[in-house]
C-alpha cells in the first residue's frame, strides 16, 4: 500500500529538530537517507549533441520526496522528469534539472535533490508516479551517458521553521529555505560582553549600536537581524542578468527569451532583462531549494532562483500592458544557485557562491552586457552612513540618494575591496569582495535621518502578512523592527559582463559586524591571505 503524502509530512523535521535529521553529509556508502532504488541499467547510451535518451521507470514513489540518480557520462545532461499524481495519473507534471560535465573525461556522477513540493508555487504537490526521465546532451559535441541507478528516500524536510541557523563565539547567522536559502538572518549577539539593541530612542529616531538600551523611548530589542527582508527582494542573496529577449522599450522574444513586464525601480514599469534571483521575484513567488545540508561548520543551500521580471504582481495588475509576459506563480529559472556559509574565527561569516545557468540562450556572444549584483546587500535603515576606503582616507557619505531618484552613487575606487554600513558610532556591518568594479548603493529614504515615521510597517511587510513567507523567522517585535520595514541600507558590488550559459560562476565574500577600524583590518589580512581573489570575475568579464 502506498504511503500518503500527508503521512509521511507527519515526520519530517521541525525547526528543533532539524539540525539531527539534515545535519551529516551523505555518504552513499552508507546510505544515510535510506535510499530505496527504483531503476538500474548498464546500457550505455551515445548522444550527439542535442539528442536525448528517454529512461522508462514507472515506479510508485509515494511518500519519497527525494531522488538520487548515478550517472556516467562525459558531458553536460539536461534532465526532465515526468511522474503523475498517484491518486489522479491523468495529472502529470514535468520538472527540469541539470547535471555537469565531469571535469576529467568520462565519470561517475551522483546527483541529488528534493523533488519540487515545499514551496507556494510547486508544480508537483502530491505522491508521485515517477514515470520516466530524460537526459539530453548539451555539450555540443558527442558522448555517452549511462543512467546505473535511481533511488528515491523520505529524506526529512523542515515544513515549520524553515529557517536554519548557525552559531559560533557572539555571532549567528540563518538562511531561509522558505526563500531559496538567501542569507536571511544576521546578527552580533554581543560585543565585548555589551549588549547590541535596536531601539526607538529619546529623540524619536529608530537606532542600533552598542548598549543602546539605556536611550530607550518606546522599543527595545537585542536580539537584533541587520538584513533586511522586506520582501523577496531583499536579503544578501545571489543576483545575475542576461541582457537577452530584446530591450526595455520592447520584448522581442531574442535570444529564446521573452522579457516581462516589471515595475521595480520604475513608476511607469518597463521590460525588464532577465533577472534569477535566489529568493524569489517581484511577486514574492519563492525560490526553489534542491537540495541542503547542515552541520555543525557550515550551511549548505542548493536552490533554483525566480526570474524578477515574471512573477504577476497583483499591486501592479491594473498598469500592465496587454502583453506584459508575467505569469500568476511566477518562473523558475533554469539555473542552479549554491550557497556555503560558514562562520570562521573572529566572528568572520564567510560566504562562498555558485551559479550555472542551463537556459542555453542563443548568440550570447552578440549580446550587451549588463550589471551583476555580487552579491545584492540589504541591510537594515538604522544603519545609514556609508564607509569605504578611496585609497587616500576614509569616505563616510550620509543622505545616500535614493533607488528612485536615478542618481545613486556609483563608487570607482576601492582599493581594499571592503565597503560598510554604520551608525553614528561606526559600528555596523562590513562586507569584503575582492574583484569588483564598482558599488552602486542607495537608501529608501535619501537622508540620515532615521525618524520612526520612516521607519515603520514592520507588521505590512510580505514576510510578514504571508505566513508561508514567514516560515518560523522571529515575529516582529513591534511595527518599527528594521529588518522587515520598506525603508532599507542597500549596495551591489557591481561587474558588468554577458552571462556565459553552461558556465559556472564562482565567488567568496566576508561579512564582519565591528567598529570599522576591526573590519578593515580583518578584511586586508584576507587580502593579504590570498584566499578570496574571485578569478572567475575575470573569465566572464574577458
Not at 524536510?157 to 544576521?186: C, H, N, Q, R, W
Not at 539593541?197 to 537581524?225: H, L, M, P, Q
Request: charged residues 25%; negative net charge; glycine residues 8%.
Amino acid at each position: 500500500m502506498k504511503k500518503k503524502l500527508a503521512g509521511f509530512l507527519a515526520f519530517l523535521c521541525t525547526f528543533s529538530a532539524f539540525s539531527a535529521c539534515g545535519g551529516s553529509k551523505d555518504k552513499s556508502e552508507s546510505n544515510i537517507y535510506n535510499f530505496e532504488s527504483v531503476y538500474d541499467s548498464k546500457e550505455e547510451k551515445t548522444l550527439k549533441s542535442d539528442e536525448s535518451a528517454v529512461f522508462t521507470i514507472n515506479e510508485d514513489i509515494s511518500g519519497k520526496n527525494y531522488i538520487r540518480l548515478k550517472v556516467k557520462t562525459n558531458v553536460q545532461l539536461l534532465g526532465q522528469y515526468t511522474y503523475a499524481n498517484a491518486d489522479n495519473p491523468s495529472e502529470v507534471g514535468k520538472e527540469d534539472f541539470f547535471i555537469e560535465a565531469p571535469k576529467n573525461g568520462e565519470a561517475e556522477i551522483e546527483f541529488k535533490q528534493f523533488l519540487d513540493t515545499y514551496r507556494p508555487n510547486a508544480v508537483g504537490k502530491y505522491d508521485k508516479i515517477l514515470q520516466s526521465i530524460s537526459l539530453t546532451n548539451k555539450s555540443g559535441v558527442d558522448g555517452t551517458c549511462t543512467l546505473l541507478d535511481v533511488s528515491v528516500s523520505d529524506r526529512a524536510f523542515p515544513t515549520e521553521g524553515m529557517m536554519v541557523y548557525l552559531e559560533k563565539d557572539s555571532m549567528k547567522i540563518g538562511a531561509d529555505l522558505a526563500t531559496g536559502g538567501s542569507l536571511s538572518y544576521l546578527e552580533r549577539k554581543d560585543h565585548e560582553g555589551e549588549t547590541l539593541d535596536e531601539v526607538v530612542d529619546t529623540d524619536g529616531n529608530v537606532v542600533y549600536g552598542k548598549n543602546y538600551k539605556e536611550n530607550c523611548r518606546e522599543f527595545c530589542s537585542s536580539s537584533v537581524n541587520l538584513i533586511n527582508i522586506h520582501d523577496a527582494g531583499r536579503q544578501v542573496q545571489q543576483s545575475y542578468y542576461a541582457n537577452v529577449g530584446g530591450s526595455t522599450e520592447a520584448t522581442k522574444g531574442e535570444n529564446g527569451y521573452t522579457r516581462g513586464y516589471c515595475f521595480t525601480g520604475a513608476v511607469d514599469g518597463y521590460y525588464w532583462p532577465y533577472n534569477p534571483v535566489q529568493a524569489g521575484d517581484c511577486a514574492d513567488n519563492p525560490g526553489q531549494v534542491v537540495d541542503f545540508e547542515i552541520t555543525e561548520d557550515y550551511i549548505y543551500v542548493k536552490a533554483r532562483a525566480m526570474d524578477w521580471g515574471k512573477g504577476l504582481a497583483q499591486k501592479w495588475k491594473h498598469m500592465y500592458p496587454v502583453n506584459h509576459n508575467t505569469v500568476e506563480g511566477g518562473v523558475t529559472t533554469k539555473s542552479y544557485m549554491e550557497n556555503w556559509y560558514r562562520i570562521e574565527e573572529n566572528n568572520l561569516v564567510v560566504v562562498e557562491n555558485t551559479f550555472i545557468d542551463w537556459n542555453g540562450f542563443t548568440d550570447m556572444e552578440t549580446v550587451p552586457v549588463h550589471t551583476n549584483e555580487l552579491p545584492a546587500s540589504f541591510f537594515t535603515s538604522s544603519l545609514s552612513t556609508f564607509v569605504y576606503y578611496d585609497g587616500k582616507e576614509l569616505k563616510y557619505l550620509s543622505n545616500v540618494a535614493s533607488q528612485n531618484t536615478g542618481t545613486t552613487p556609483s563608487i570607482h575606487s576601492h582599493p581594499e575591496d571592503w565597503y560598510a554600513w554604520v551608525n553614528k558610532d561606526n559600528f555596523g556591518v562590513g562586507v569584503y569582495v575582492a574583484g569588483i568594479d564598482y558599488y552602486s548603493i542607495s537608501r529608501v529614504h535619501p537622508t540620515s535621518n532615521i525618524a520612526s515615521d520612516r521607519n515603520k510597517g514592520a507588521f505590512d511587510a510580505p514576510m510578514v502578512t504571508d505566513p508561508e513567507l514567514l516560515s518560523n523567522k522571529p515575529y516582529p517585535a513591534s511595527n518599527y523592527t528594521s529588518c522587515y520595514v520598506f525603508n532599507t541600507s542597500y549596495v551591489a558590488p557591481v561587474n558588468m559582463w554577458t552571462m556565459k550559459t553552461y558556465d559556472k560562476m564562482h565567488y567568496n565574500y566576508a561579512i564582519a559586524v565591528d567598529y570599522v577600524p576591526m573590519m578593515r583590518a580583518q578584511f586586508n589580512a584576507l587580502a593579504k591571505e590570498e584566499r578570496m581573489q574571485n578569478t572567475k570575475f575575470k573569465e566572464w568579464i574577458g
